[in-house]
Every structure is written in C-alpha cells, then in structure tokens.
C-alpha cells in the first residue's frame, strides 16, 4: 500500500554507536549516525493527530471517559535497555521484535507526549480490537497485526492521509477495490471498520505468502512488495528487514519500529503510569438489509434515532445515502431499533424523499418548445437557401463579363448555371447566377 506518510529515516547502520536526539518540533526527530551526519525522521502521520480531534468522534464522546480514580502519577519512569529487551522478549508473538535505538526512540514518543493519546487508543480498542481479531484469526495471521491501526491511523476510522489513504487501515484507492471494497461517490468501504478489517487480512496474508517473513509483510503493507523486491535485490539478496533497511524507501525505515512500539505500549502502558481512558460499550447492533435508496436521516427521524450514531455505525456512507437500489445493502442500527425499522419501512422510504434524495430518474423534456425552436432553424436554412441563387435580366450592352463581376461571380460558374456554351446573350434574357 503505497503512502508517503511515514518515517523517513536516512540510510544508517543500527547499533550502540548510534545516537538519536529528540527534537522539539512536532513531527521530526535528528538522528546521528556512527559518522556524525545527521538525518530528519518524519514521524508517521496517525503519530500526531490531535487527541482532542480523536475525543470529538462519537464514540468517543459517548462511551469514552477519563478515569477520575487513576492512582498514577503523570511521570513516565525510564528504564535501562535490558528491561524492554526483556519485556519485548516476554510478548506472546509469532511476528519477530526486536529492540533498537529507533524501536526505544518510537517507545520514547507513545510514552512521553503522546501519553494522552495512548489512553484514547487503550480505550478506543474496545470497539475495534475484536473486529480486527476476528479478521486476523479467519485468515490465520498472527493476532499482534492487530495493533498496525494504531500507527496507520490512531484507531481513527475517519482518518485520511494528505495522500488519500483512508480508514483504520489506510488504504489507497487501488489497493482496497483490488481486495474487494467499493468506493464511489456514495460509499467508501475502506471506512468500514468490518470489511476493511477482512480485506486487510487477505492482503497481509498475501504479502506473506510472497515473502515468507512478516517484518517484510509489514514493511510491504505500507510500500508495496515491489519495493521490497528492490531492496532485496540491492542487498545481494538478502531476506532480513534489518539487513535491507539501508535499501528500503525512505518512509518505509521506521515502519517496522514503530510497529513494534505500538505494541510494546498497548502491553506495558501500566508500566509507564498510563490510564486508559473508561469505556462504556455500546449497546449491541443489528444489520437490515434494503433494496432501495434511503437517506439516514430518514431512518433517524422516523425510528428517533441519533443520526450521529448511525453515521458512527455505518462510515462507510459518505453522504448519509445508502444506495440501496443499485444492489442490495446493509444498514447497521443498534439492536433496539431493527423492529421499529421493520415495522415503518415503508414510512422511512416515503419521508421527505423529495427533500433528502433529490436525484431524478425521469425528465420530460417541453416538445413544445422544442419543436417551435426547430421551426424556427428549418426557416432559417430554407431563406438562406433559397437566397443563394437568383435571376437577373441581361440589360442592353450587358456581356457575361459585365453580370458576373456585377454579381461577384464567374463566367464560367454563369455558363454552367445557365448551359451557355458561347458568350452570346440577348437583352432581357433571364439568366441564373451565385
């Protein structure tokens, strides 16, 4: 999945000898190689979403609240590098991590400023940590992929890159009709925190099976296996992340790392004095399923639902239009409401429809005007036509030279029209010229 929106680290040899250096700006870091020079990482972009933009989605708002009894202290403890050697180490994991100065520099940031976000996303994960799981555990993957939302999108399932990737998996355009999901101008499944879970698994699945090792399924993920290709190839054929690290895309060299961050933080936040926020889960929902077109709104208003909540239960609408009467499609509602749906299905179809959809499927045209309009070109064409030729009268002395350039045409043009063979008229012959 190609998205430059991630790290971007210079090509560096990982070890004691190198030393990262944390900068004050928002979305960089100065890293110093073993020779001194100095490289900018970008830091991925879900890194830096505001958390009071993430506490404004409904769900947030709804079942989402800080812990008022946290007994921790705010101060995040620091610990030698043995001790999350060992705490990665301890990690029930198929998937390999390591630890390295870019994996503590990334553990650094989760744990430091953006704590508070950890503790929306700890919260968060109620809501979507199954679905993933589920995904992850029809296709067979290792359940820790769980945890690539949190970097590709701060489990935000209205997240949009600057470069259009979209949903908590961020996928491009491509990449997700290529596994499956619609995107049109009325639904984009890539927000659908279900079927994106469903059609990520069948992707990392096949970048698996392409490479045989999930370092390089993850790195693939965010830049796609032909450029894994390339820098396995740069390497002399080397098959280890970390040995073609110098080789990869720049946005693709701290992918790995920060993945391995997440998932050291969403494990070991207590250790840090990270309260996850309090979760209240919603209330269970139901699917309807509908065969013609109807605007959410016209559900809320006649079953009194809360749009905000129907929009949250199905992003995948982009303009609250489920177009039903192009296939059939589903509607997700909390549970309580299905029956009440059932009940006035008629009732929802039929309120304010000229309001709320307002696309016409027939127009009469006015023949009428239509048809006085035509008239009025047939006449046109019939004056202009019957105004291109005319008769004139020779007049006495006239030649055929003297009435074609009287008439702005040719003699011979005057002898084809009038089938003269010679140059002799007679006055007040009649003579067709133009």
């Given at each position: 999945?190609?998205k430059?929106?991630?790290?971007?680290?210079?090509?560096?040899?990982f070890g004691g000898?190198?030393?990262?250096?944390?900068q004050?700006?928002?979305?960089?870091?100065?890293v110093?190689?073993?020779?001194g020079?100095?490289?900018?990482i970008?830091v991925?972009?879900a890194?830096d979403?505001?958390?009071?933009s993430?506490l404004n989605?409904?769900y947030?708002?709804?079942?989402?609240q800080p812990y008022d009894d946290?007994n921790?202290s705010n101060e995040?403890?620091?610990?030698?590098?043995?001790?999350?050697?060992?705490?990665?180490?301890?990690?029930?994991?198929?998937v390999e991590?390591?630890?390295n100065?870019?994996?503590?520099k990334?553990?650094?940031?989760?744990t430091?400023?953006l704590?508070?976000?950890?503790s929306?996303m700890l919260?968060?994960?109620?809501?979507y940590?199954?679905?993933f799981?589920?995904a992850l555990?029809?296709?067979?993957l290792?359940?820790e992929?769980?945890?690539?939302?949190?970097?590709?999108?701060?489990?935000?399932?209205k997240?949009?890159?600057?470069v259009?990737a979209v949903?908590?998996?961020?996928?491009m355009?491509g990449?997700?009709?290529?596994?499956?999901?619609e995107?049109?101008s009325l639904?984009d499944?890539r927000?659908?925190?279900?079927k994106s879970?469903?059609a990520a698994?069948?992707y990392l699945?096949?970048l698996?099976?392409?490479f045989?090792d999930?370092?390089l399924a993850i790195a693939?993920y965010?830049c796609g296996?032909e450029?894994i290709?390339?820098?396995?190839l740069?390497s002399?054929?080397?098959?280890?992340?970390?040995?073609?690290?110098?080789?990869?895309p720049?946005?693709t060299?701290?992918y790995v790392?920060a993945?391995?961050?997440?998932?050291?933080?969403?494990?070991?936040y207590c250790?840090?004095?990270?309260?996850?926020?309090?979760?209240?889960l919603p209330?269970?929902?139901?699917t309807?399923v509908?065969?013609?077109?109807?605007?959410l709104?016209?559900?809320?208003d006649?079953?009194?639902?809360d749009?905000e909540?129907?929009?949250?239960?199905?992003?995948?609408?982009r303009?609250?239009?489920v177009?039903?009467?192009?296939r059939?499609?589903a509607?997700r509602?909390?549970?309580?409401?299905t029956?009440?749906?059932?009940?006035n299905?008629?009732?929802i179809?039929?309120?304010q429809?000229?309001e709320?959809l307002?696309r016409r499927?027939?127009v009469?045209?006015?023949n009428?005007?239509?048809?006085?309009?035509?008239?009025?070109k047939g006449?046109?064409r019939?004056r202009s036509t019957?105004?291109?030729?005319?008769?004139v009268?020779?007049?006495?002395g006239?030649t055929?030279?003297?009435i074609?350039?009287?008439n702005?045409?040719?003699v011979?043009?005057?002898?084809q029209?009038?089938?003269l063979?010679?140059?002799t008229?007679r006055?007040?012959a009649?003579?067709?010229?133009?």
């Amino acid at each position: 999945m190609r998205k430059k929106l991630f790290i971007v680290i210079g090509a560096m040899i990982f070890g004691g000898s190198c030393v990262m250096q944390a900068q004050n700006e928002k979305n960089e870091i100065t890293v110093t190689d073993n020779e001194g020079k100095e490289e900018i990482i970008d830091v991925p972009e879900a890194l830096d979403y505001e958390v009071d933009s993430l506490l404004n989605l409904y769900y947030s708002k709804t079942y989402l609240q800080p812990y008022d009894d946290c007994n921790y202290s705010n101060e995040n403890p620091e610990y030698p590098n043995e001790t999350y050697i060992e705490r990665l180490s301890r990690l029930p994991n198929i998937v390999e991590m390591p630890y390295n100065d870019i994996v503590r520099k990334f553990i650094d940031r989760y744990t430091g400023r953006l704590r508070n976000s950890v503790s929306y996303m700890l919260g968060a994960s109620n809501f979507y940590i199954p679905i993933f799981e589920e995904a992850l555990e029809m296709y067979g993957l290792p359940l820790e992929l769980k945890y690539l939302p949190v970097i590709e999108s701060s489990l935000n399932p209205k997240a949009t890159s600057r470069v259009g990737a979209v949903g908590l998996w961020q996928f491009m355009i491509g990449t997700g009709k290529q596994y499956g999901l619609e995107v049109n101008s009325l639904v984009d499944e890539r927000r659908d925190p279900i079927k994106s879970s469903y059609a990520a698994a069948r992707y990392l699945r096949d970048l698996y099976n392409i490479f045989g090792d999930w370092n390089l399924a993850i790195a693939a993920y965010n830049c796609g296996p032909e450029n894994i290709n390339k820098a396995i190839l740069r390497s002399g054929g080397k098959t280890d992340y970390w040995t073609i690290y110098p080789y990869l895309p720049r946005e693709t060299q701290g992918y790995v790392p920060a993945f391995i961050a997440a998932n050291y933080v969403m494990n070991y936040y207590c250790e840090h004095n990270i309260c996850p926020m309090h979760t209240t889960l919603p209330a269970k929902t139901d699917t309807v399923v509908v065969n013609k077109d109807v605007h959410l709104k016209q559900i809320a208003d006649v079953c009194g639902a809360d749009i905000e909540e129907l929009r949250t239960l199905n992003p995948q609408y982009r303009r609250d239009i489920v177009n039903g009467s192009a296939r059939p499609s589903a509607i997700r509602l909390p549970a309580s409401l299905t029956n009440t749906f059932i009940a006035n299905e008629d009732s929802i179809y039929n309120y304010q429809v000229d309001e709320l959809l307002t696309r016409r499927s027939l127009v009469e045209i006015d023949n009428s005007t239509v048809s006085q309009s035509a008239s009025r070109k047939g006449n046109t064409r019939k004056r202009s036509t019957s105004g291109s030729r005319k008769n004139v009268t020779v007049r006495k002395g006239d030649t055929l030279s003297s009435i074609a350039a009287r008439n702005h045409t040719t003699v011979k043009k005057i002898q084809q029209l009038n089938g003269l063979k010679g140059n002799t008229i007679r006055a007040g012959a009649k003579l067709r010229v133009k």
